[in-house]
């Protein structure tokens, strides 16, 4: 099993910026397709970010590319994502997810095998 614990979130105004933190318990995540996801009020919980085992490999949702980047620190057991200039738009609650298979940069919430409890990120215009 794995335990993810999210945290970083919070109210920040349009344009600026917010550095997200996963940190993984119960196995080491080096092995592990990790992600973040985000769900609006009454929307899908929907991919923004997912990266590879090991780092080699990144997949962003078109709205969030040149501002966003997803890390990691496999030495840590932590992931990052972090925002910049951020929109009303990006407000979400935002859920770190572990993919076992660990090559792969799955898009459906489907794929990934262990899920956090979310921390809140609200943008004000």
């Known amino acids: 099993q794995v335990q993810l614990v999210e945290s970083g979130g919070g109210l920040v105004q349009a344009g600026g910026s917010l550095k997200l933190s996963c940190a993984a318990s119960g196995r080491t995540i080096s092995r592990y397709t990790m992600a973040w996801f985000r769900q609006a009020p009454g929307k899908e919980r929907d991919l923004v970010a997912a990266?590879?085992?090991?780092?080699?490999?990144?997949r962003y949702t078109d709205s969030v590319k040149g501002r966003f980047t997803i890390s990691r620190d496999n030495a840590k057991n932590t992931v990052y994502l972090q925002m910049n200039s951020l929109k009303p738009g990006d407000t979400a609650v935002y859920y770190c997810?572990?993919?076992?298979?660990?090559?792969?940069?799955?898009?459906?919430?489907?794929?990934?095998?262990?899920w956090g409890q979310g921390t809140q990120v609200t943008v004000s215009s």
């Open positions: 990266i590879t085992s090991s780092g080699g490999s990144s």
């Open positions: 997810a572990a993919d076992a298979s660990g090559w792969r940069t799955g898009q459906t919430t489907r794929e990934y095998d262990y």
